[in-house]
T-cell receptor, first 112, second 114 residues
């Protein structure tokens, strides 16, 4: 399973755009890049997933360069409720079970 | 739909005691997972079940056993609890209709072993 590296923590003010970059130099051809969000005392929650280029949904965008060795999660205009830990994961999902490897994540603190 | 439910929410054990953590999902998912999360750390996979009737070891299976009772339920058993097993335990599930690496997590069981 590909190892990921991401910043331990980030701070932002409410209303700003936040970009969290993840490095995954040994990503395999079949691997997808997935981001999860975890609030204190809760289980992680899926945010977004992509394979290459750009993916956008109602809460975030995911930018993946052509070499796929890194990815950037972009959160537009964050609010206090976006304070959480964000995990970048890479892995394939062949078959019906996906074995995910969580790193230590990036702790995002949003303040007024 | 309740999603993924876990019982109990909290548990305190003495070293050497045994207990079973229960997990159930009502999303008709084939795959279920057990993770543990130590303070300040990411989640680590203990066991998973790709489908009813099958189970496989994850990253940290030692000291644990699992049972996939039916499609809905996946239990985790600690036969002889140790202080090193103090952690928060999360159950998750995924199915053929979910996005590739999307897993749905339960609220967790906070376990303390004295």
């Amino acid at each position: 399973l590909a190892k990921t590296t991401q910043p331990i923590s980030m701070d932002s003010y409410e209303g700003q755009e936040v970009n969290i970059t993840c490095s995954h130099n040994n990503i395999a051809t079949n691997d997808y890049i997935t981001w999860y969000q975890q609030f204190p005392s809760q289980g992680p929650r899926f945010i977004i997933q992509g394979y290459k280029t750009k993916v956008t949904n109602e809460v975030a965008s995911l930018f993946i360069p052509a070499d796929r060795k890194s990815s950037t999660l972009s959160l537009p205009r964050v609010s206090l409720s976006d304070t959480a830990v964000y995990y970048c994961l890479v892995g394939s999902h062949t078959g019906t079970a996906s074995k995910l490897t969580f790193g230590t994540g990036t702790r995002l603190q949003v303040t007024l | 739909n309740a999603g993924v439910t876990q019982t109990p929410k909290f548990q305190v054990l003495k070293t050497g005691q045994s207990m079973t953590l229960q997990c159930a999902q009502d999303m008709n998912h084939n795959s279920m997972y057990w993770y543990r999360q130590d303070p300040g750390m990411g989640l680590r996979l203990i066991y998973y079940s790709a489908s009813e009737g099958t189970t496989d070891k994850g990253e940290v299976p030692n000291g644990y056993n699992v049972s996939r009772l039916n499609k809905r339920e996946f239990s985790l058993r600690l036969e002889s609890a140790a202080p090193s097993q103090t952690s928060v335990y999360f159950c998750a599930s995924s199915g053929a209709r979910t996005r590739g690496n999307e897993q749905f997590f339960g609220p967790g069981t906070r376990l303390t072993v004295l």
